[in-house]
C-alpha cells in the first residue's frame, strides 16, 4: 500500500510555511481531491467543475489559555508553491456528511454553520482511499471533542465502526504529556504507526452494553420458529383484552349517549328562539335607517336651500349697477374736476365684470340668462366708455402740444439759449395716468391708437425744440475756423492758422448733448409709465449736477391697478420690442440736428471729432435701463456719424501725403514728417475717455501711409535713396520722441523707424567706403571666396592673389590714405541736407572702416605672414586725428 500523505513531512513542512506569520501549528497536513455538491445529492462533475488538488491543513493556536481549532484550504501556486485559499474555524463545524453516491465511500462534506450563503453549494473532499477519509475525520472529530467540547453532527458513517476501525488501527505506544502544544493526546513515533488516534470515540463499558444489546436481538432472530410462536401468542392475547375492555364499558357509552341527545335538543330549541330574535331585530334595524336617511335628507335640504339664497343675493348684488357709475360711464365729463368719479366709476367696472368670471364666479352660474346679460350690458358699457376716453386723450394732446408750439417763448431765440421744459406738460398728463391704466386693464387694444398719438404730438415738439436749439447754438459759438490740409505738401505758412483754439466746438456739442440726452430720456422714462408699459426705470445718464434732482421726475405717483409692483422688473420681450417701436416714433428725426451739429464742428475743426467721440461714449455707457434703448440707438448713431467724419478727414489727409509722391525729385526731409509730429501732439490734446483706440487706428493708418510713401520717393532716384531714408527716420524719430515715451502704438512706429534707419545707415557708409577702397575690400573678399575650397598656404600661388599684387594692392589704396578718408568725409557731407547728422554719421563710417580694415589685417598676417601693412592700431590714431 502506498504511503500516506499524513506521513509526509514534507507536505507539513510546507503548510506549516504557507501559514507562517500566524503562530498556529499544524496537526495534521493531507492531499484530497476538491469538486462540488449539494447536501444529499452526487456532485455532478461537468464544465469548469472538474476536481482540483488541495490540501487540507488542521492547525491550532493557544490564545489566552484558549486553543482554538482552525481547518486550513491551500492550493498549489503557478509555481506549484502551496498557498492558502481559504480558511474555516472548526468552532463552526456542525456537519460532517459520507456522500453515500461514492461507492467508494472516500468523498464527505463539510458543512459550516457561518457561511453566509447556504444555497452555493459546499464543496466535497475526495480522500485517496478509506484509510486517510477515516484518519482525517477522527482526527477533526477528537478536535472537536476536546478542543470544543461537542461533536458535529454525522452523516452516512457509523461511530462505532469508525471506533473499531481506531482500534485496529492504533499500535501500542508509549504514552507522554506534551502540555504545550494543548490537550493531553496519546503520542506515538511517526515511524511505527500508520495511523495516530488521540482518543477512543467509544469506552470499553459502552461498547460491551451495545454487544450485549445486540445479543438480545440476534438470540431471538436466530431461532425462527420459536420466535414466530412467541408472536402469534401475544397478538392473540392482545386482542382477546382489546374486546374485553370494549365489553366492560358499553353501559357507560349508552349514558353519554343519553345525555348528548338531551343537550342536543337544547341546543336546537335555543337555535330557533335566536332565529325568531334575529328577524325581529333585523325589521327594527331596517326601520331605524330608514327614519334616519328621510331625516338627513331633510336637513341636507334645508342646507342647501339657505346656501342658495345666500347665493342668489350675492349674485344679484353682483349684477345691480349702480346708476351713478353707468351715468358716468357712459355720458359723463372727463375735465380735471370729474376725474375722482370717473376712476371710482373705472374701478367699480372693472371689478364687475372680474366679478362674472371664472373663477371667481362659480363656472355653474356662467349659464344663467341673467348672468349672461348682465356681462353683456357690462360689455357694452366699457366699450362706450373705452371709446369716449380714447377719444378725448387724443385729442387732449394734441391740443396740449398745439399750445406749446405757437408760443415761441418755449424755444430758443436769437442771442437765447433755452431749456426745453416739459414739467408743465408731465403734469398735466399725470392726471390722466391712472385712467390710462384702466383702460389697459379693460381693453388692451386701446393703447396702441393713444400711443401713436401721444408719439406724433410729442415728436413735432421735441425736433422743433431741437432745431433751434441747434441753430442758436451753432450761431452763438464763435470759433476760427481750421483748414482741413495738415500734410500736404506745400509751405508752412498755414501751420500758424491749425494753432486756433477750437475748444468752443467741442463745449457746444457737449451743451447740446448734456441739455437733450437726459430730455431725451426722461421722456422715454415718463412714456413708458404713463403709457402703460411694463419696463425697468431709467438711471440718470452721465448728465450735469443741475438734472441730478431731476431722478424722480417720471414717477407718476399711481399704484399698478393690479397691486403688483414687483413684476415690473420681469417683462416680456414682446413689451420691450413695443416699447421700441413706440420710442422710435416719439424720437424719430431728432437725429438730423444732431448731426447738423457733428457736421458744423467738423467743418470748423475735424481734429473736434475725437474729443466729441470721447463725449458720446461717456453718454452711451450711461444708458442702462430697457426704456432708454432708442436713446442708446441714437448716441450710437452719433458715435458712427463722428467716427464717419473722422475717417473722411485720415482718408484726405492720407490722400495729401500720397500727393508728395507726384512732386519732383526731393531730397531732405519730407514736409509731411514734422507736420505729422505737430498733428499727433494735437490729436492727443483732444482725447477724452474711450476715445483712444480712434486715434491708435488713425495713427496706424498715417504711419502706413507715410513709410510706404517715403519707400516709394526714395525709390524714384537709388542714387540718393538711402540718404532720403535715413534723414526722413531720423527726423521722425527726433519730432516723435516725446510722443512715444507714453502712446503705445507710436513707440511701436518709432522702433520700426530707428530700424529702418539703422539699416540706411549701414548701407550708405557701405557704399561711401567702397567707393574709395573698393580694390582693397574686393581683395580681401577673393580671398575669403577661396578660403573656402583650398587651403590659405595654396592662395599666395594663385592668379592674381600672390604677394607683389598684395603689394600692388596695398600701396595705390593706402599711400595717401589720409586723403581718401577726408574725400570720404567730404563725400559723406555734400548729400546730407541735415547738418545735425554728420557727426553721428562720421563716427558709424570709421567704426564700420575699421571694422573691415581689421578684417583685412587679419586675412593678411594669416595668408602672407611675412608682408607687413599698416597697423589697425595706426589706422584708429590716423581717424582719430581728423
Known sequence: MAKSSADDLELRRACEAAIEGTDQKVGLSIRVAKSRGVWGKAGKIGKGQMAKPRVLAISTKEKAQEIKAFLHVLKYSNGGVLEPAKLYKLKHLSKVEVLTNDPSGC???????????????????????????????????????????????????????????????????????????????????????????????????????????????????????????????????????????????????????????????CVDDMDEWLGIF??????????????????????????????????????????????????????????????????????????????????????????????????????????????????????????????????????????????????????????????????????????????????????????????????????????????????????????????????????????????????????SSFFSHFMCFGVSALGQPGSPPENGDKSNEDDLGILDIDDNDTATTNKSISELGALNESLRDLLDGIQEDFYAVVDWAYKIDPLRCISMHGITERYISGQKADA??????????????????????????????????????????????????????????????????????????????????????????????????LENYAAFQNSLYDLANVVPTLAKFYHQASESYEQACTRHISVIIYYQFERLFQFARRIEDLMYTITPEEIPFQLGLSKMDLRKVVKSSLSGVDKHIGAMYKKLQKNLTSEELLPSLWDKCKKEFLDKYDSFAQLVAKIYPSETIPSVTEMRDLLATM
Open 278 to 523: 334575529n328577524v325581529k331585530l333585523r325589521h327594527m334595524r331596517e326601520d331605524i335607517e330608514s327614519i334616519e336617511t328621510r331625516n338627513n335628507q331633510l336637513e341636507m335640504q334645508s342646507v342647501n336651500n339657505k346656501a342658495l339664497i345666500e347665493e342668489l343675493d350675492k349674485l344679484l348684488e353682483r349684477l345691480r349697477i349702480p346708476s351713478e357709475y353707468a351715468a358716468c360711464l357712459t355720458g359723463g365729463s372727463f375735465d380735471e374736476a370729474r376725474m375722482l368719479q370717473n376712476i371710482e366709476a373705472c374701478e367699480w367696472l372693472t371689478g364687475a365684470l372680474h366679478g362674472l368670471e371664472p373663477p371667481t364666479l362659480d363656472p355653474t352660474f356662467a349659464n344663467i340668462r341673467a348672468v349672461r346679460e348682465k356681462k353683456t350690458e357690462l360689455d357694452k358699457l366699457k366699450t362706450t366708455f373705452v371709446r369716449r376716453a380714447s377719444e378725448f386723450l387724443r385729442n387732449y394732446f394734441a391740443s396740449l402740444v398745439d399750445f406749446m408750439i405757437s408760443d415761441k417763448s418755449y424755444f430758443s431765440q436769437r442771442g437765447q439759449l433755452k431749456r426745453p421744459d416739459h414739467a408743465d406738460l408731465r403734469f398735466k398728463c399725470r392726471t390722466y395716468a391712472r385712467l390710462l391704466q384702466h383702460l389697459k386693464s379693460l381693453d388692451k387694444n386701446c393703447l396702441g391708437p393713444l400711443r401713436k398719438a401721444y408719439c406724433s404730438s410729442l415728436n413735432l415738439l421735441l425736433r422743433r425744440e431741437a432745431r433751434e436749439f441747434a441753430n442758436e447754438l451753432r450761431a452763438s459759438t464763435k470759433a476760427s475756423r481750421n483748414p482741413t490740409v495738415w500734410l500736404e505738401g506745400s509751405t508752412g505758412s498755414n501751420q500758424n492758422v491749425n494753432n486756433a483754439d477750437t475748444s468752443t466746438v467741442s463745449e457746444a456739442y457737449a451743451k447740446m448733448l448734456t441739455i437733450f440726452i437726459p430730455l431725451l430720456v426722461d421722456e
Open 628 to 725: 432708454a434703448g432708442y436713446v442708446r440707438l441714437l448716441l450710437d448713431a452719433l458715435e458712427e456719424r463722428i467716427t464717419a467724419q473722422f475717417t473722411r478727414f485720415v482718408d484726405e489727409a492720407c490722400h495729401q501725403i500720397e500727393r508728395n509722391e507726384r512732386n519732383v525729385r526731393q531730397m531732405g526731409v519730407l514736409s509731411y514728417i514734422p507736420r505729422f509730429a505737430t498733428l499727433a501732439t494735437r490729436m492727443e490734446q483732444y482725447i477724452q475717455g474711450q476715445s483712444r483706440d480712434l486715434v491708435d487706428q488713425a495713427y496706424i493708418k498715417f504711419i502706413g501711409v507715410m513709410f510706404a510713401t517715403l519707400d516709394k520717393i526714395a525709390q524714384t532716384d537709388p542714387k540718393y535713396a538711402d540718404i532720403i531714408l
Open 107 to 265: 468523498t464527505f462534506m463539510l458543512g459550516f454553520d457561518n457561511l453566509r450563503s447556504q444555497s452555493v453549494a459546499p464543496p466535497q473532499w475526495t480522500m485517496r482511499n478509506i484509510d486517510d477519509r477515516n484518519r482525517l475525520l477522527l482526527y477533526i472529530l477528537n478536535m472537536c471533542k476536546d478542543v470544543l467540547g461537542r461533536l458535529p453532527k454525522v452523516v452516512g458513517i457509523d461511530v462505532v465502526e469508525m471506533a473499531l476501525w481506531a482500534k485496529e488501527n492504533t499500535p501500542v505506544a508509549p504514552k507522554k504529556k506534551n502540555i504545550e502544544d494543548g490537550p493531553t493526546t496519546d503520542v506515538v513515533a511517526e515511524s511505527d504507526m500508520k495511523v495516530t488516534v488521540e482518543k477512543e470515540l467509544v469506552s470499553q463499558a459502552e461498547e460491551e452494553d451495545m454487544e450485549a444489546l445486540l445479543g438480545v436481538y440476534v438470540m431471538g432472530i436466530g431461532e425462527a420458529e420459536a420466535f414466530s410462536e412467541r408472536l402469534k401468542r401475544e397478538l392473540h392475547a392482545l386482542e382477546a383484552a382489546n374486546v374485553h375492555a370494549i365489553l366492560e364499558s358499553e353501559p357507560l357509552v349508552d349514558e353519554v349517549l343519553q345525555g348528548l341527545e338531551a343537550a342536543t335538543i
